[in-house]
């Protein structure tokens, strides 16, 4: 008995489920396309390293989430939990922001996070990423924004709600941080054992904390809003009054922080009401220190990720409905096989999914196949079709009632090049 499984919190994505994913990926893909983001594919494997200085080594996602190991070089490598950190290396690695200081781009692929898995999050899950690199003017925090919410807006997201916050620089930050720490010094026993452990670690974490009797708590802590300078005020009223411009609707949520240590002033999530407790769909913001503080140049970004999990578990139903075949080709006999086999090849030509039987079944058996397939249309060649060089091609659909059939010579590309723009590219 074979008692191999696949490990907790990883699944195997299988054909059916999958004509959702990749239904969903391409209108995300054309969204990205037409805003004229270019792609970047980083490395699953990283040094370690590059997420202790990248992310934050206070962080969760570094101290208690990556999947780290020593390899035979003993050199400690972690499976990426996040794509941004391998953004920024892999731009400053190979140069690409001395020639091309402003760069949007954006990722796709698989993270690793050891946490209990439930509904949309698993150890490894996939994320869509986007980042503009080098844009430091407010708008830039407003197209990235927009973008997010236009994709979701795309898929027929439903429920949706925007919550911004502002974090301020460094230096708002800093004075906050002194102020804070000193309210936390007295309130330490009234806080949950998670946010105690965090005082020494990453105290702003404390804001974002999801305890009851700590959300309470927090409501006489200091606010960061009340730490920022003025031009971090100018900033975050720009960014509220391009957004109302646009007409996309926000919350201020003041407590909104983020998880990981690199953000400065913009941050920001989207939640959906659809997706009960774990509502959070999409997560960014600003980090203007990152790159420095990785050793590049002094760059400003902005950016958010998405999690595919979640995408898909609140894509409508329309989005598991599979594209028809175009053509399922018929066929029976020696020579005729040869024949469909050449044939499928020049039609795929046309962008059109074409099935080819390979059962070598009857011709019944075939038909059968092809209609449960819902196919648009069939050929059929069988020994006398071989013989004379010819092959019948009709449609199949119910609405057609099997008629558009038309008898087409092997080398007349030209009369089934027209078949077909008149029966099936015309849609």
């Not at 039987?357 to 196949?369: C, M, N, P, R």
Request: hydrophobic content about 40%.
């Amino acid at each position: 008995m074979n008692n191999l499984k696949n490990l907790r919190g990883t699944v195997d994505l299988l054909p059916d489920q999958l004509i959702k994913w990749q239904n969903v990926e391409k209108i995300v893909l054309e969204q990205l396309a037409r805003a004229s983001i270019n792609e970047i594919r980083t490395p699953i494997l990283e040094m370690t390293e590059l997420f202790i200085r990248g992310i934050g080594e206070g962080t969760d996602v570094v101290s208690k989430e990556m999947y780290t190991f020593i390899d035979r070089g003993e050199r400690s490598c972690t499976l990426r939990p996040e794509g941004t950190a391998s953004v920024a290396r892999a731009l400053i690695q190979n140069g690409m922001l001395s020639n091309h200081p402003l760069q949007k781009l954006w990722y796709m692929g698989p993270m690793f996070r050891y946490e209990r898995p439930q509904a949309g999050r698993q150890r490894q899950f996939h994320q869509l990423g986007v980042e503009f690199i080098g844009y430091d003017s407010v708008r830039s925090d407003v197209e990235i924004i927009a973008l997010a919410w236009d994709i979701l807006g795309k898929l027929g997201i439903k429920e949706l709600n925007l919550e911004i916050n502002t974090l301020g620089d460094l230096d708002d930050r800093s004075n906050f941080q002194k102020s804070f720490l000193k309210w936390l010094d007295i309130n330490k026993d009234s806080l949950d054992l998670d946010s105690q452990n965090r005082i020494n670690k990453n105290p702003l974490r404390i804001l974002d904390s999801k305890n009851i009797q700590t959300k309470k708590v927090l409501e006489n802590a200091p606010r960061l809003f009340n730490f920022l300078s003025e031009k971090s005020h100018k900033r975050y009223s720009a960014l509220k009054r391009q957004l109302e411009v646009l007409k996309i609707p926000y919350i201020e949520n003041f407590n909104l922080v983020r998880g990981l240590d690199y953000y400065t002033h913009t941050a920001f999530e989207i939640t959906s009401g659809a997706l009960g407790s774990q509502a959070t769909v999409c997560g960014g913001g600003r980090y203007d220190d990152l790159i420095k503080q990785m050793g590049g140049p002094n760059t400003p970004a902005i950016g958010f990720a998405i999690g595919l999990e979640r995408l898909i578990l609140l894509a409508g139903k329309d989005f598991e409905i599979p594209r028809n075949t175009d053509i399922y080709i018929i066929n029976q006999g020696l020579i005729a096989e040869s024949l469909a086999m050449d044939l499928s090849r020049k039609l795929r030509n046309y962008d059109l999914l074409v099935e080819l039987d390979l059962s070598g079944a009857s011709f019944s058996k075939q038909f059968k196949k092809a209609n449960k397939l819902k196919s648009r249309s069939i050929i059929v060649i069988g020994d006398d079709e071989a013989v004379k060089g010819e092959f019948f091609i009709r449609l199949f659909d119910q609405s057609s009632n099997g008629n558009e059939e038309e008898l087409i010579s092997f080398e007349n590309d030209i009369k089934l090049e027209n078949w077909i723009n008149n029966n099936l590219l015309v849609r």
